[in-house]
């Protein structure tokens, strides 16, 4: 496989992929987040959209990413993969990825997709952008913004060809301050993992579903391939807080720092009525008063809930990124000019542990009026 990228980028024609991961046969929901991004990508280049699926008897999944947009998927079975492995994974896809030669191959950043991404895109000698937040395709608006403003001598840029069809990969730098665009105009498939729940899921379409193409590529896998073997899977006792899937989600801020313990009790408290979980803001979670998985923002999760309440968050643009497409903001904070009142739909002006108290009797009233 050394001499994979030696090929001409124009011979990558086999359309825009997404790895679609599943564990224990249950299809994760970041797969179904990137086949309905990979879909306009892949429309924006007039090409077609792939899954590539690995296990062991996991046929009767693919078709469901059908309905999300995939126009086919390549299903890899072997009792060999009936577990994740590095070394077994990166293999497989590899072989796969040179006999048909993706122009772009999309990965969750998930704890396997993490782990995947660099080895495979390693193996393939093409470039990987982790933690993207946003995607898209658009070289000649690029090529103008470099002349502009980059420091690329002028011979460099002019090699990115207007028919490269570069991917533009845009993710957090410099702790989350600043957003980087980047691109990978030398070598193909052009590679980048994707934060879970940043991008919106498809509404399934049965009759996409129906005609979704299951293609069984050839590979080889043998033990000898395997230099790790998993012995046994043990599921954490430990659930962690689903920020993702929940549809009302209560966040702190740093306003509950005169009396964290009340604070983070009133958010509890106003997120069981509500019938949600709480979220955090990344002061929260520096200081150590929460744990990492409650986080929100540009460097936590990205939620899309029905509610989301703010609670003495001042609403910088890293948090804001990780919220802004609730369907229902409600703000509460002291500070008038808090930046959160701008996306807002409701905010209150007030000390959230005189207004929370209010909130939560005025839900459980209206509740028992029921």
């Known amino acids: 496989m050394s001499n994979f990228n030696s090929a ?119 470039g990987l952008c982790a933690d993207c937040t946003h995607l898209d395709i658009d070289v000649p608006k690029y090529k103008e913004f470099l002349r502009s403003s980059s420091t690329l001598a002028p011979n460099m840029i002019d090699a990115i060809k207007e028919d490269d069809r570069n991917l533009k990969m845009t993710r957090p730098a410099f702790g989350g301050h600043l957003m980087a665009t980047i691109i990978c105009p030398r070598f193909r498939p052009a590679m980048a993992t994707v934060r879970p729940g940043v991008m919106k899921k498809n509404e399934f379409d049965k009759a996409r579903a129906d005609a979704c193409e299951i293609i069984k590529p050839e590979f080889t896998l043998t033990e000898a391939d395997m230099q790790t073997q998993v012995t046994e899977v043990v599921k954490a006792a430990k659930k ?15 306003g509950i720092s005169k009396d964290v313990q009340t604070g983070l009790k009133l958010a509890e408290e106003l997120a069981e009525v509500l019938g949600g979980v709480v979220g955090a803001s990344r002061a ?41 497409d609730a369907e229902c903001i409600i703000a509460v904070n002291k500070n008038a000019a808090a930046p959160i009142f701008e996306c807002a739909d409701y905010g209150i002006e007030g000390d959230l542990f005189k207004v929370v108290p209010m909130m939560i009797e005025a839900i459980k009233a209206a509740k028992a009026a029921k």
Not at 96 to 114: C, D, H, S
Not at 240 to 254: C, K, M, Y
């Open 284 to 324: 929260v979670v520096d200081s150590g008063w929460i744990s990492a998985d409650h986080q929100v923002g540009q460097t936590g999760k990205t939620v899309h809930p029905r509610i989301y309440v703010a609670l003495g968050i001042s609403g910088a643009i890293q948090h804001k990124a990780g919220m802004q």
């Open 8 to 126: 001409a980028i124009e011979e990558f024609n086999g359309g825009v992929w997404v790895f679609c991961e599943q564990r224990q046969g249950e299809m994760m929901s970041t797969s179904f987040e990137l086949i309905s991004e990979g879909r306009k990508l892949a429309d924006e280049l007039g090409s077609k959209l792939y899954g590539i699926l690995l296990g062991d008897d996991v046929e009767g999944l693919a078709r469901e990413l059908g309905g999300y947009g995939a126009d086919g998927v390549y299903v890899c079975q072997s009792p060999l993969l009936k577990n994740y492995t590095t070394d077994g994974y990166t293999k497989v896809i590899c072989d796969v990825v040179e006999q048909y030669k993706p122009e772009v191959f999309l990965i969750g950043a998930t704890n396997i997709g993490r782990d995947l991404g660099p080895r495979c895109a390693a193996r393939l000698h093409t």
């Open 240 to 254: 962690l807080v689903d920020l993702i899937g929940a549809e009302v989600v209560v966040s702190v801020g740093r």
